[in-house]
């Protein structure tokens, strides 16, 4: 009849081989090149072998725990299983710095996968927003040579202008986006003198919402309460001051930027954005 320890001993022959060729797997997966089209079938392979690599490891391990509870029950056993310590030590020495290694392998490819993504992903943003200015800039050439060659019926008479959908984001009162939006609005409508105040005044109110359309609310829509709606507009948002205070105010809310690349980005843009707008108004940003 076999013996608790010779039933053990059997079991760790082919254990410790089983760690043996996971060792010699995960050496040969470590070391070898990868092009940038096998990344993604790389990082499975890294997953499985440290997959491998662990379990074979623990397995080996809790046979050798259980052998050291047989050993010590005979002398002669333990000095047996003593002088096998240097050897087992190693091995396991050897087998915990190859997955440490193939871990560190595998962290790696998934960041450089990342940072690739964000890349392509930033490139598509930006040609998408370009394309876009490059079509709005083309619609307000389109209206100005509509304005210049027909601002005016064959008895000299003026006459409304039938305005071109324009890429102009709303307002909704919020005073640290009033600046860009009052640049949009005056580049696309604002600056043409031949429209009529009153077509001015209808896409102003149009492009108003939440306490920038109450706020506007009651006017009617005449030549002259154009110059009213934008002077209101211009003395509840327009305050350099204020403005200033807000985007101070903003910077100090940014939550920390979470351990993830979309959250760091965004972060980092928004911090630019007010940072950007504070030093174009003189502010000190070194204090």
């Keep these: 009849m ?3 320890e010779g039933r053990l001993r059997q079991l760790m022959g082919p254990a410790k081989k089983n760690v043996e060729v996971h060792l010699k797997a995960g050496k040969s997966t470590f070391e070898e090149e990868v092009s940038p089209e096998e990344v993604d079938l790389h990082i499975d392979d890294l997953k499985f072998r440290i997959e491998k690599s662990d379990t074979s490891l623990q397995k080996y391990k809790n046979i050798r725990e259980e052998l050291s509870k047989e050993a010590v029950k005979e002398e002669g056993t333990w000095h047996r299983f003593c002088d096998e310590d240097d050897a087992h030590y190693e091995l396991v020495e050897e087998m915990e710095n190859s997955i440490i290694r193939l871990k560190s392998k ?3 490819l998934e960041y450089d996968k990342a940072k690739k993504l964000e890349k392509g992903q930033t490139r598509v943003e930006n040609e998408t927003l370009e394309r876009r200015i490059m079509e709005q800039a083309e619609q307000i ?3 100005k040579t509509e304005m210049e060659n027909q601002g005016t019926s064959a008895d000299g008479k003026e006459f409304t202008v039938k305005l071109p ?4 984001k709303q307002f909704d009162g919020n005073i640290l986006n009033y600046a860009s939006f009052w640049d ?3 580049s696309a409508i604002g600056k043409h003198t031949k429209l009529k ?3 001015k005044l209808s896409y102003l109110l149009a492009k108003c919402q939440g306490e920038a359309a109450e706020l506007l609310s009651g006017l009617s829509l005449t030549n002259d309460n154009y110059d009213v709606a934008v002077g209101l507009l211009d003395s509840r948002f327009g305050d350099e001051e204020l403005q200033i205070s807000a985007h101070n105010q ?6 920390c930027a979470k351990n993830n690349f979309q959250s760091i980005r965004s972060t980092y843009d928004q911090i630019t954005k007010h940072l950007r707008y504070l030093e174009l108004k003189g502010e000190n940003m070194d204090s």
């Excluded at 959908?165 to 102009?168: D, G, V």
């Design 2 to 4: 076999v013996s608790e």
């Design 106 to 108: 595998l962290r790696k």
């Design 141 to 143: 050439k389109q209206l």
């Design 165 to 168: 959908k324009l890429e102009i």
């Design 184 to 186: 949009s609005f005056q």
């Design 197 to 199: 105040p009153v077509d």
């Design 250 to 255: 903003a910077l100090r809310r940014i939550p």
